[in-house]
Protein backbone atom coordinates (compact mmCIF):
# COMPACT_ATOMS: atom_id res chain seq x y z
CA UNK A 1 0.00 0.00 0.00
CA UNK A 2 1.62 3.77 -0.66
CA UNK A 3 2.31 5.18 2.36
CA UNK A 4 3.84 8.72 3.66
CA UNK A 5 6.86 8.45 6.05
CA UNK A 6 4.13 9.40 8.53
CA UNK A 7 1.82 6.34 7.45
CA UNK A 8 -1.01 5.67 4.65
CA UNK A 9 -2.02 7.92 2.59
CA UNK A 10 -5.68 8.19 2.16
CA UNK A 11 -6.19 9.03 -2.03
CA UNK A 12 -7.51 12.11 -2.50
CA UNK A 13 -9.76 13.60 -5.85
CA UNK A 14 -8.26 13.29 -8.84
CA UNK A 15 -5.74 15.91 -9.52
CA UNK A 16 -7.19 18.10 -12.99
CA UNK A 17 -4.39 17.48 -15.67
CA UNK A 18 -4.61 19.04 -19.46
CA UNK A 19 -5.91 16.85 -21.77
CA UNK A 20 -2.39 16.40 -24.34
CA UNK A 21 -3.20 17.15 -28.29
CA UNK A 22 -3.68 14.41 -30.42
CA UNK A 23 -0.12 14.79 -32.23
CA UNK A 24 1.36 14.48 -28.42
CA UNK A 25 -1.06 10.96 -27.67
CA UNK A 26 -0.09 9.81 -30.97
CA UNK A 27 4.11 9.89 -30.58
CA UNK A 28 3.58 8.74 -26.99
CA UNK A 29 2.63 5.60 -28.54
CA UNK A 30 4.98 5.62 -30.69
CA UNK A 31 7.51 6.75 -28.00
CA UNK A 32 6.94 3.72 -26.66
CA UNK A 33 8.46 1.43 -29.04
CA UNK A 34 11.64 3.24 -29.22
CA UNK A 35 14.18 0.79 -29.21
CA UNK A 36 17.21 2.96 -28.41
CA UNK A 37 19.38 2.88 -25.08
CA UNK A 38 19.64 6.63 -25.14
CA UNK A 39 18.41 10.00 -26.79
CA UNK A 40 14.92 9.93 -24.84
CA UNK A 41 15.53 13.70 -23.34
CA UNK A 42 17.34 14.71 -26.68
CA UNK A 43 14.50 13.95 -28.65
CA UNK A 44 11.60 15.08 -25.97
CA UNK A 45 12.99 18.74 -25.43
CA UNK A 46 14.35 18.43 -29.98
CA UNK A 47 12.26 21.60 -31.54
CA UNK A 48 10.58 18.77 -33.42
CA UNK A 49 8.67 17.45 -30.62
CA UNK A 50 8.57 20.70 -29.06
CA UNK A 51 6.64 22.04 -31.98
CA UNK A 52 4.17 18.82 -32.05
CA UNK A 53 3.78 18.66 -27.84
CA UNK A 54 2.73 21.95 -26.11
CA UNK A 55 4.57 22.41 -22.79
CA UNK A 56 1.25 21.86 -20.98
CA UNK A 57 1.77 21.94 -16.85
CA UNK A 58 0.19 19.10 -16.42
CA UNK A 59 -0.95 15.64 -17.92
CA UNK A 60 -0.69 11.85 -16.77
CA UNK A 61 2.10 9.43 -18.30
CA UNK A 62 1.64 5.83 -18.48
CA UNK A 63 5.27 4.68 -16.54
CA UNK A 64 4.89 0.59 -16.00
CA UNK A 65 1.53 -0.21 -16.30
CA UNK A 66 0.67 3.17 -13.81
CA UNK A 67 -0.67 6.13 -14.38
CA UNK A 68 2.04 9.18 -13.35
CA UNK A 69 1.30 12.86 -13.53
CA UNK A 70 4.18 14.97 -14.88
CA UNK A 71 5.11 18.43 -16.48
CA UNK A 72 5.59 18.68 -20.03
CA UNK A 73 7.87 21.48 -19.26
CA UNK A 74 9.93 19.65 -17.35
CA UNK A 75 12.99 17.36 -19.63
CA UNK A 76 11.86 14.38 -17.47
CA UNK A 77 8.28 14.98 -17.73
CA UNK A 78 8.45 15.66 -21.16
CA UNK A 79 10.66 11.89 -21.55
CA UNK A 80 8.18 9.99 -19.13
CA UNK A 81 4.76 11.12 -21.47
CA UNK A 82 6.87 10.58 -24.84
CA UNK A 83 8.78 7.55 -24.11
CA UNK A 84 7.52 6.36 -20.75
CA UNK A 85 11.16 6.41 -19.43
CA UNK A 86 14.45 8.62 -19.16
CA UNK A 87 17.51 6.67 -19.09
CA UNK A 88 17.31 3.05 -20.34
CA UNK A 89 20.24 1.68 -19.05
CA UNK A 90 18.89 2.42 -15.26
CA UNK A 91 15.56 0.48 -15.69
CA UNK A 92 17.63 -2.24 -17.49
CA UNK A 93 19.51 -2.60 -14.55
CA UNK A 94 16.60 -2.54 -12.23
CA UNK A 95 14.97 -5.54 -14.34
CA UNK A 96 18.42 -7.27 -13.89
CA UNK A 97 18.14 -6.81 -10.02
CA UNK A 98 15.27 -6.64 -8.65
CA UNK A 99 12.88 -9.57 -8.17
CA UNK A 100 9.07 -10.00 -6.68
CA UNK A 101 9.52 -9.72 -2.63
CA UNK A 102 12.55 -7.43 -2.87
CA UNK A 103 13.38 -3.89 -0.88
CA UNK A 104 14.23 -1.27 -3.43
CA UNK A 105 15.22 2.62 -2.32
CA UNK A 106 15.24 5.42 -4.03
CA UNK A 107 17.25 8.77 -3.52
CA UNK A 108 16.29 11.57 -5.53
CA UNK A 109 13.13 10.26 -7.11
CA UNK A 110 11.89 13.16 -8.64
CA UNK A 111 8.62 12.98 -10.45
CA UNK A 112 8.78 8.79 -9.75
CA UNK A 113 9.54 6.86 -12.91
CA UNK A 114 12.41 5.11 -11.72
CA UNK A 115 9.95 4.16 -8.04
CA UNK A 116 7.16 3.10 -10.43
CA UNK A 117 9.47 0.70 -12.33
CA UNK A 118 11.13 -0.76 -8.78
CA UNK A 119 6.97 -1.03 -7.46
CA UNK A 120 6.16 -3.23 -10.82
CA UNK A 121 9.08 -5.08 -10.32
CA UNK A 122 9.07 -5.84 -6.61
CA UNK A 123 5.44 -6.60 -6.73
CA UNK A 124 3.03 -6.17 -3.87
CA UNK A 125 5.43 -8.21 -1.56
CA UNK A 126 8.38 -6.05 -1.87
CA UNK A 127 8.88 -2.59 -0.68
CA UNK A 128 9.96 1.17 -2.67
CA UNK A 129 11.19 3.50 -0.23
CA UNK A 130 11.03 6.76 -2.09
CA UNK A 131 13.26 10.06 -1.05
CA UNK A 132 12.29 13.34 -2.61
CA UNK A 133 12.57 16.90 -0.71
CA UNK A 134 11.77 19.31 -3.52
CA UNK A 135 8.86 21.08 -3.05
CA UNK A 136 8.39 21.47 -7.16
CA UNK A 137 8.03 17.67 -7.91
CA UNK A 138 6.34 17.00 -5.12
CA UNK A 139 2.62 17.87 -5.75
CA UNK A 140 3.21 15.75 -8.47
CA UNK A 141 5.00 12.83 -7.06
CA UNK A 142 1.81 12.94 -4.35
CA UNK A 143 -0.40 12.95 -7.00
CA UNK A 144 1.03 9.76 -8.28
CA UNK A 145 0.67 7.84 -5.61
CA UNK A 146 -2.76 8.82 -4.56
CA UNK A 147 -3.78 7.61 -7.74
CA UNK A 148 -1.63 4.64 -7.50
CA UNK A 149 -2.99 3.36 -3.99
CA UNK A 150 -1.60 -0.68 -4.53
CA UNK A 151 1.67 0.32 -5.43
CA UNK A 152 4.09 -0.87 -2.30
CA UNK A 153 5.68 2.80 -2.19
CA UNK A 154 6.70 4.46 1.13
CA UNK A 155 7.31 8.66 0.45
CA UNK A 156 9.76 10.12 2.88
CA UNK A 157 9.75 14.39 1.74
CA UNK A 158 13.62 14.82 2.91
CA UNK A 159 16.75 15.29 1.27
CA UNK A 160 19.38 12.86 2.72
CA UNK A 161 22.82 13.57 3.59
CA UNK A 162 25.71 12.83 6.18
CA UNK A 163 24.44 14.88 8.82
CA UNK A 164 20.47 16.01 9.89
CA UNK A 165 19.80 19.68 8.93
CA UNK A 166 18.70 22.09 6.46
CA UNK A 167 19.95 23.09 2.93
CA UNK A 168 19.02 25.40 -0.08
CA UNK A 169 17.95 23.47 -2.81
CA UNK A 170 18.43 25.15 -6.09
CA UNK A 171 15.86 23.95 -8.53
CA UNK A 172 16.42 24.70 -12.32
CA UNK A 173 14.04 26.08 -15.00
CA UNK A 174 12.85 23.32 -17.01
CA UNK A 175 14.79 20.45 -15.13
CA UNK A 176 13.66 19.63 -11.72
CA UNK A 177 15.88 16.69 -12.21
CA UNK A 178 18.62 18.58 -11.82
CA UNK A 179 18.06 19.83 -8.25
CA UNK A 180 20.96 20.49 -6.23
CA UNK A 181 22.08 21.40 -2.92
CA UNK A 182 25.36 22.35 -4.12
CA UNK A 183 25.50 26.07 -5.37
CA UNK A 184 26.80 26.58 -9.13
CA UNK A 185 25.17 23.74 -10.37
CA UNK A 186 22.54 25.19 -12.56
CA UNK A 187 24.85 25.78 -14.92
CA UNK A 188 23.82 29.33 -15.55
CA UNK A 189 19.76 28.56 -16.13
CA UNK A 190 17.31 30.53 -13.37
CA UNK A 191 16.78 28.54 -10.27
CA UNK A 192 14.33 28.77 -7.57
CA UNK A 193 15.79 28.35 -4.60
CA UNK A 194 13.78 26.14 -1.62
CA UNK A 195 15.18 25.38 1.97
CA UNK A 196 14.52 21.60 2.72
CA UNK A 197 15.60 18.79 5.48
CA UNK A 198 18.13 16.93 5.69
CA UNK A 199 18.11 13.96 7.56
CA UNK A 200 21.00 10.95 7.71
CA UNK A 201 19.87 7.74 5.11
CA UNK A 202 20.42 5.25 7.93
CA UNK A 203 18.21 6.63 10.46
CA UNK A 204 15.75 7.09 7.74
CA UNK A 205 16.09 3.67 6.67
CA UNK A 206 15.91 2.75 10.03
CA UNK A 207 12.62 4.14 10.96
CA UNK A 208 11.27 2.25 8.06
CA UNK A 209 11.55 -1.03 9.47
CA UNK A 210 13.18 -2.64 6.95
CA UNK A 211 15.75 -5.64 7.30
CA UNK A 212 17.83 -5.87 3.70
CA UNK A 213 17.61 -3.54 0.61
CA UNK A 214 18.73 -5.28 -2.69
CA UNK A 215 18.73 -1.94 -4.93
CA UNK A 216 19.40 1.49 -4.03
CA UNK A 217 19.39 4.36 -6.99
CA UNK A 218 21.16 7.47 -5.98
CA UNK A 219 20.88 10.50 -8.17
CA UNK A 220 21.61 13.43 -6.03
CA UNK A 221 23.37 15.85 -8.04
CA UNK A 222 26.94 16.11 -6.90
CA UNK A 223 25.70 14.91 -3.24
CA UNK A 224 26.24 11.46 -3.13
CA UNK A 225 29.36 11.65 -0.98
CA UNK A 226 27.26 12.63 1.66
CA UNK A 227 24.33 10.82 1.33
CA UNK A 228 26.62 7.62 1.49
CA UNK A 229 28.77 8.89 4.44
CA UNK A 230 25.17 9.27 5.90
CA UNK A 231 24.28 5.73 5.16
CA UNK A 232 27.61 3.83 5.95
CA UNK A 233 29.93 5.90 8.77
CA UNK A 234 28.29 5.01 11.69
CA UNK A 235 28.12 1.01 11.16
CA UNK A 236 24.76 0.85 11.69
CA UNK A 237 22.82 1.26 8.38
CA UNK A 238 21.68 -1.13 6.21
CA UNK A 239 24.27 -1.86 3.36
CA UNK A 240 22.28 -2.74 -0.09
CA UNK A 241 23.39 -5.17 -2.54
CA UNK A 242 23.90 -3.01 -5.33
CA UNK A 243 23.64 0.54 -5.72
CA UNK A 244 23.07 2.43 -9.15
CA UNK A 245 24.30 6.26 -9.11
CA UNK A 246 25.24 9.15 -11.81
CA UNK A 247 28.72 10.33 -11.39
CA UNK A 248 29.35 13.72 -13.85
CA UNK A 249 33.21 13.26 -12.46
CA UNK A 250 34.07 9.61 -11.60
CA UNK A 251 37.91 10.32 -12.24
CA UNK A 252 38.09 11.85 -8.98
CA UNK A 253 34.81 10.81 -7.35
CA UNK A 254 34.40 10.90 -3.69
CA UNK A 255 31.39 8.97 -3.52
CA UNK A 256 33.56 5.71 -5.14
CA UNK A 257 35.92 6.32 -2.54
CA UNK A 258 33.38 5.72 -0.16
CA UNK A 259 31.77 3.18 -1.77
CA UNK A 260 35.28 1.08 -2.40
CA UNK A 261 35.99 1.80 1.42
CA UNK A 262 32.60 -0.02 2.37
CA UNK A 263 33.05 -3.38 0.18
CA UNK A 264 31.94 -2.25 -3.17
CA UNK A 265 32.88 -3.36 -6.84
CA UNK A 266 32.42 -0.40 -9.21
CA UNK A 267 31.67 -0.50 -13.05
CA UNK A 268 30.73 1.84 -15.73
CA UNK A 269 27.48 1.85 -18.15
CA UNK A 270 29.15 3.97 -20.98
CA UNK A 271 26.88 5.42 -23.15
CA UNK A 272 25.61 3.19 -25.96
CA UNK A 273 22.87 3.58 -28.24
CA UNK A 274 22.30 -0.67 -28.79
CA UNK A 275 23.49 -2.60 -26.56
CA UNK A 276 24.75 -2.20 -22.30
CA UNK A 277 28.30 -2.52 -21.27
CA UNK A 278 30.31 -3.11 -17.96
CA UNK A 279 33.99 -1.65 -17.20
CA UNK A 280 35.24 -1.91 -14.25
CA UNK A 281 36.57 0.79 -12.42
CA UNK A 282 40.23 0.40 -14.05
CA UNK A 283 41.04 4.01 -14.65
CA UNK A 284 41.04 3.73 -17.84
CA UNK A 285 39.35 6.34 -20.63
CA UNK A 286 36.25 4.14 -21.40
CA UNK A 287 35.35 4.28 -17.67
CA UNK A 288 36.05 7.77 -16.76
CA UNK A 289 33.72 8.98 -19.31
CA UNK A 290 31.21 7.05 -18.21
CA UNK A 291 27.82 8.79 -16.31
CA UNK A 292 26.27 5.78 -15.16
CA UNK A 293 27.51 3.50 -12.59
CA UNK A 294 26.85 0.06 -11.01
CA UNK A 295 28.47 -0.96 -7.58
CA UNK A 296 28.03 -3.97 -6.04
CA UNK A 297 28.56 -5.57 -2.59
CA UNK A 298 31.47 -7.50 -2.59
CA UNK A 299 28.97 -9.85 -0.17
CA UNK A 300 26.51 -9.99 -2.02
CA UNK A 301 24.96 -13.30 -3.69
CA UNK A 302 27.06 -14.59 -6.35
CA UNK A 303 23.76 -14.54 -8.50
CA UNK A 304 23.57 -10.99 -8.49
CA UNK A 305 27.05 -10.71 -10.29
CA UNK A 306 25.53 -12.95 -12.93
CA UNK A 307 22.65 -11.49 -13.57
CA UNK A 308 24.33 -8.06 -13.70
CA UNK A 309 27.29 -9.96 -15.64
CA UNK A 310 30.04 -7.61 -14.22
CA UNK A 311 33.01 -9.25 -12.50
CA UNK A 312 36.69 -7.87 -12.00
CA UNK A 313 37.80 -9.29 -15.05
CA UNK A 314 34.63 -8.80 -17.83
CA UNK A 315 34.83 -5.26 -19.29
CA UNK A 316 31.77 -6.29 -22.04
CA UNK A 317 28.72 -8.07 -22.15
Not at 29 to 48: E, K, N, W, Y
Not at 55 to 74: F, H, K, N, Q, Y
Not at 150 to 156: A, F, K, Q
Request: net charge neutral.
Amino acid sequence: MMASASGPVVPTARPKADRPSAAARVLAVIGRMFPFLSGRGFLATSRFYTRLVPREPRVWATISGSRCLVPLDDLVGRSAFLFSDLDAKVTWALGRVLRPGDVAVDVGANLGVVSLHMARLVGHGGKVVSFEPSPKVLPFLRATLSENPHLPITLVEVACGAQDGEVSLQVPAGNAGAASVLAGRGGGVRCETHRVSVRRLDDCLAATGLEGVRLMKLDVEGFEEQVLRGLFDRGLGLRPDVILLEEGAPASSAAFDVLRENGYALFGIPFRVLRIDRLPADGTAGFVRCHDFVAINREADEDLHLRLRCSDQQHTG
